[in-house]
């Protein structure tokens, strides 16, 4: 079952930017090592470490973007809104990388910062990772292994050869848990309602926010945001927050299944959700000449509906 299997300154932001800009070749799907950045705002959760993990946190960069692997302290990065422009609301950022690796630029700061400029405080959870090989040359070729082709399940649909084995996530929900509370802890100091706390995840981090949603007795989510995440269907808390849920229909995630959808849906709790015709998966804020890169404008005019941006009677 999908829940058992299972997003600085500007001047920070133009740093790393610098360094990915670095070779002319770094737009490309080739890995590159990339010296890590600094994370002056980062803030240790505390959550402990990964168990057998031998190697250091190293970061690389592909198709232009900053990545991290073998993480094995979590940490917490806050987004403020500019003074005077806060309205309250706070989403916890969750990237995704197939719990093996975060997308920290792509789904991580930018969305982050995007989300700052709209007067919500964004908090980036950079969480503990699954080990990979130490070496970037193993890394790669661990990455490039072939694969066996999708072949096609019982309803039509196209699905694996064999189902992936079942992830550990409780070091993940540890980290987000903890995340959540430091909000909670540091909420007067940061301006947040702790009534509009969300959590808005990508890929694996769609997965983090689906699985702490369902499972975790400690969250308290207003409101949740799983962007090109797993579709099947879930067993859906009483108590489970509203959703925006958004992928396109070129994605391997998608594959026509509506499961998650119809599962909220069927429980009676707010959902809206976005199939976009064309995106791939990965596309974070959106990548050129692509229909779903509209997909944060909808988010932020649906929280604003809801009211999520507003301080409530």
């Known amino acids: 079952m999908y829940t058992k299997l299972i997003s600085f300154?500007?001047?920070?932001?133009?740093?790393?930017?610098?360094?990915?800009?670095?070779?002319?070749?770094?737009?490309?799907?080739?890995?590159?090592?990339?010296?890590?950045?600094?994370?002056?705002?980062?803030?240790?959760?505390?959550?402990?470490?990964?168990?057998?993990?031998?190697?250091?946190?190293?970061?690389?960069?592909?198709?232009g973007d900053p990545m991290a692997r073998n993480i094995s302290t979590a940490t917490l990065t806050p987004f403020l809104p500019e003074p005077g422009?806060?309205?309250?609301?706070?989403?916890?950022?969750?990237?995704?990388?197939?719990?093996?690796?975060?997308?920290?630029?792509?789904?991580?700061?930018?969305?982050?910062?995007?989300?700052?400029?709209?007067?919500?405080?964004?908090?980036?959870?950079?969480?503990?990772?699954?080990?990979?090989?130490?070496?970037?040359?193993?890394?790669?070729?661990?990455?490039?292994?072939?694969?066996?082709?999708?072949?096609?399940?019982?309803?039509?649909?196209?699905?694996?050869?064999?189902?992936?084995?079942?992830?550990?996530?409780?070091?993940q929900l540890e980290d987000a848990e903890a995340a959540y509370q430091m909000i909670l802890d540091r909420a007067e100091e940061w301006g947040v309602?702790?009534?509009?706390?969300?959590?808005?995840?990508?890929?694996?981090?769609?997965?983090l926010t689906m699985h702490s949603t369902l499972n975790s007795k400690k969250m308290k989510l207003a409101f949740i945001g799983p962007i090109y995440g797993g579709m099947g269907p879930v067993e859906v808390p009483k108590n489970a927050p509203p959703m925006f849920n958004v992928i396109a229909s070129d994605d391997f995630l998608f594959r026509g299944q509506f499961g998650v959808i119809d599962s909220w849906f069927k429980a009676g709790i707010p959902v809206e959700f976005h199939l976009y015709q064309n995106g791939g998966h990965g596309f974070g804020l959106g990548n050129p000449n692509r229909t779903s890169n509209r997909w944060f404008d909808a988010f932020i005019h649906w929280l604003d509906v809801n009211k999520f941006l507003s301080k409530g009677e």
């Open 193 to 207: 309602d702790t009534k509009r706390i969300g959590m808005i995840g990508f890929s694996a981090g769609a997965g």
């Open 9 to 63: 300154s500007k001047n920070f932001l133009l740093a790393c930017l610098v360094l990915i800009a670095g070779s002319s070749l770094a737009q490309d799907g080739t890995i590159y090592p990339l010296e890590a950045p600094a994370e002056p705002r980062a803030i240790l959760l505390g959550t402990g470490g990964v168990e057998n993990q031998p190697a250091k946190e190293t970061w690389f960069r592909q198709w």
């Open 85 to 171: 422009k806060a309205n309250g609301a706070a989403v916890i950022v969750a990237p995704g990388g197939g719990f093996r690796w975060l997308s920290m630029g792509n789904e991580g700061w930018e969305v982050a910062e995007a989300l700052a400029k709209q007067g919500i405080a964004a908090f980036v959870l950079k969480y503990r990772l699954h080990p990979t090989p130490e070496s970037l040359d193993d890394f790669t070729a661990w990455m490039n292994r072939p694969r066996p082709a999708p072949a096609p399940s019982g309803d039509g649909s196209t699905g694996q050869t064999a189902p992936p084995p079942p992830l550990d996530l409780s070091n």
